[in-house]
């Protein structure tokens, strides 16, 4: 069974800094392609980033391109979120993600249960 344990969360004034953790197991991490998705009040959820099997290749969604930079450390199976320059509307639930294969797009098919980030103005 494949576990995601997300960290980091909290509230920052805007223009702050937070780093966000991932933690997996249930597989070989190495293998596979990681990323992050969000969900603001009573908005949709959304892609934040991924990364894939190796740390080689990244994307970013326009919203946070040049502030949040993911990255990964195979040998602690951990995927991370540095976000800087926050903004207000970057309020929301991150999600740790997972992709089937060392690919970092498609659809993921497992989720954390998610770390609330809260940027006041």
Do not use: H
Request: charged letters at 15%; one cysteine or more.
């Amino acid at each position: 069974q494949v576990q995601l344990v997300e960290s980091g969360g909290g509230l920052v004034q805007a223009g702050g800094s937070l780093k966000l953790s991932c933690a997996a197991s249930g597989r070989t991490f190495s293998s596979y392609g990681m990323g992050w998705f969000r969900q603001a009040p009573g908005k949709e959820r959304e892609f934040v980033s991924s990364i894939n099997w190796s740390g080689s290749y990244t994307v970013y969604a326009d919203s946070v391109k040049g502030r949040f930079t993911i990255s990964r450390n195979n040998a602690k199976s951990t995927v991370y979120l540095q976000m800087n320059s926050l903004k207000p509307e970057d309020t929301a639930v991150y999600y740790c993600v997972s992709y089937p294969s060392g690919y970092y797009g498609g659809r993921p098919d497992y989720w954390g249960q998610g770390t609330q980030v809260t940027v006041s103005s």
